[in-house]
Nanobody, 123 residues
């Protein structure tokens, strides 16, 4: 499966952005999907993940209550709605697909990655 992330940009603190991850291939609905981010000089970190059917979602503590992950399997698209953005959310955001099992917070467990989209939050 090929993934393409989009929707990043520059926003003021407190603002909102919606990231999209478009997938090719007919097997999109069989994958767990995740969002990760990587700031300059830091390791890639887990943001959120969603089960193949969309019934379960997991969030990093730092984004819980502000970000929402959801997917539309009919359109092969996953989203990350980001509200109440903070300067510390500034990062390159990546979408990923795989069958991570219990390791859905570990980037190593994902098989496919999008190219990343930059999110910059100004104070």
């Amino acid at each position: 499966v090929q993934l393409q992330a989009s929707g990043g940009g520059l926003v003021q603190a407190g603002g909102s952005l919606r990231l999209s991850c478009a997938a090719s291939g007919r097997t999109f609905s069989t994958y767990v999907m995740g969002w990760f981010r990587q700031a300059a000089g830091k390791e890639r970190e887990f943001v959120a993940a969603i089960s193949w059917g969309g019934g379960s979602a997991w969030y990093a503590d730092s984004v819980k209550g502000r970000f929402t992950i959801f997917r539309d399997n009919a359109k092969n698209i996953m989203y990350l709605q980001m509200n109440s953005l903070k300067p510390e959310d500034t990062s390159v955001y990546y979408c990923a697909a795989g069958q991570p099992g219990w390791g859905n917070r570990n980037p190593i467990r994902y098989d496919y990655w999008g190219q990343g989209t930059q999110v910059t939050v100004s104070s």
